[in-house]
């Protein structure tokens, strides 16, 4: 039978056992919490890794890829599986290995390379432009075991970049002034031309209103431009006025597009401005010739043509006078015409004179312009020959115009006579005109400008031929309008043809 002290001392044994016990169990479920944390933490790291834009690799220190997360697969195109286990120097070009050693020499030292720009080879066999950022990794001892690696596919982003300057290049070379600005009509950016063209500098302008550039009364104009663009429109070659530093008026051509973001939201403005002033200024001052023209021509032709309708009335009895009153009429009202079709030859420019096509004679009209001509030039022998009777599809009154005009040249550039040959051949369903003459042809040099406005051949012999220098000028939009072209063949003393095709009516 134990004593009571023993009984005390194997009471207290079991307490301390007891006591030791529940230690070490608490030690173990903090073990097992510690555990658990740094799995969910893992899982954590790992889901962040798994499901980051960057390519996250890394590898022992002989190079050979220890793990490889989804974005390095889409960014190079291989799987875990292709890549784990292998050298990193599957990825890298051949010109590019050098920077491998370069790169763990420098991670011993223990610094840290951050946005390394360099290229790296797609499954594909493809360069792609990369930023990397390496960083060792350490065992417990702060050992250098490994080498992590985030990799980031720039090339986009250099794709972008370059865009980017080749835009600007282009902004800044433009000989048109490129502004833009933002929904509240403020400015944030303004080229150089804009700088030529308004007289303000890049820092007079931007972060200032746009209606620094407006004249008052067109202030208007701003709201409703930014109305349409913010329903997605464009605007192109609106015509205005702007304020120039100095405070001069200037004619501007607006060029004006919205500027989106991704999603397609309209968050600015961008406006191509032209100085048209020039244009201006010209168009104003033809116009004033035009008219000046039009006033002393057409006031001596009516009392022409009031003369010969007076004279016509009373000598119905003298038949020769009666005939040649009766085709100088015919002439004043040509040159009515003629006159009519000067003043608006602004309207071959812009594409609307009107062409009134019809299906008429050819033969009987080139009989009656050569009739025309003799009358007024008669030491010249005009010849026509034609393959029969033909028609054409045509404006009779224009191609009556550029027929008398060829004729009219080749008498007056012809001063010493000779024979004018007129001939109509049919080819498949053209009629092909040809106009010749025998006088004193036209160098290769002025052939080149012979169909411009107001250019006339120059040369000691031709000083004294009249004429403004329209006249084939309007021939060839004439013909133009009609889908064919005036063509020339020429030599220096030996004469000139033009020639030029109409559809035949079949």
Request: hydrophobic share 35%; aromatic share 6%.
């Amino acid at each position: 039978m134990m004593d009571s002290k023993e009984t005390i001392r194997k009471i207290k044994d079991f307490e301390r056992k007891e006591s030791a016990l529940e230690l070490d169990n608490r030690e173990l479920r903090n073990l097992i919490s510690v555990l658990k944390q740094a799995e969910e933490k893992s899982a954590v790291l790992n889901s962040i890794i798994e499901s980051s834009d960057d390519g996250i690799v890394s590898k022992d220190l002989n190079g050979t890829i220890t793990s490889w997360n989804n974005s390095a697969e889409r960014i190079f195109g291989y799987n875990a599986k292709e890549m784990i286990g292998h050298s990193i120097l599957k990825l890298i070009p051949k010109h590019l290995h050098e920077e491998e050693p370069k790169i763990i020499a420098q991670l011993k030292r223990g610094i840290r390379v951050d946005h390394f720009e360099t290229q790296r080879m797609h499954k594909d066999g493809r360069l792609i432009d990369v930023s990397l950022t390496i960083s060792p990794v350490f065992d417990g001892n702060k050992n250098i075991i490994g080498i992590s690696k985030i990799v980031r596919d720039m090339t986009l982003h250099r794709k972008a970049e370059v865009d980017g300057k080749r835009l600007m290049a282009i902004v800044e070379t433009s000989d048109d002034a490129i502004i833009s600005k933002d929904l509240n009509s403020i400015i944030t950016s303004w080229n150089e031309s804009a700088e030529r063209i308004f007289g303000f500098s890049a820092k007079d302008m931007i972060g200032q209103s746009i209606l620094k550039i407006i004249p008052e009364e067109r202030h208007k104009e701003e709201p409703e431009i930014l109305g349409k663009l913010l329903k997605g429109e464009r605007i192109d070659h609106f015509e205005t006025e702007r304020l120039k530093k100095d405070g001069s008026l200037i004619c501007v051509s607006l060029t004006i597009s919205p500027i989106k973001n991704s999603s397609g939201k309209v968050i600015g403005v961008s406006k191509i401005a032209r100085d048209i002033t020039d244009r201006k200024l010209i168009e104003q001052k033809k116009g004033e010739f035009l008219a000046f023209v039009s006033h002393e021509l057409k006031t001596p032709l009516t009392s022409l043509k009031s003369y010969i309708q007076v004279a016509l009335q009373k000598t119905s009895d003298i038949i020769f006078l009666r005939k040649a009153l009766t085709r100088a009429e015919v002439q004043v009202s040509k040159m009515e015409a003629m006159i009519k079709d000067f003043l608006n030859i602004s309207r071959f420019e812009e594409g609307n004179l009107e062409i009134k096509k019809s299906e008429f004679s050819l033969s009987a009209l080139i009989e009656e312009c050569i009739e025309d001509a003799r009358f007024s030039h008669s030491s010249h022998a005009i010849v026509y020959r034609e393959p029969g009777k033909i028609s054409v599809v045509a404006d009779r009154e224009k191609i009556s115009m550029v027929l008398t005009n060829l004729i009219s040249n080749a008498q007056k550039y012809s001063p010493n006579g000779g024979t004018i040959q007129i001939t109509s051949e049919i080819s498949n369903d053209a009629i092909r005109i040809k106009i010749s003459d025998e006088g004193i042809g036209i160098s290769m040099s002025d052939q080149k400008k012979l169909f411009q406005k107001f250019t006339r051949i120059s040369t000691e012999k031709t000083k004294s031929i009249p004429g403004f220098g329209i006249g084939l000028y309007l021939v060839s939009n004439i013909l133009k309008l009609h889908d064919s072209e005036i063509s020339i063949e020429s030599e220096l003393g030996k004469g000139t043809t033009f020639f030029f095709e109409l559809k035949a009516s079949l």
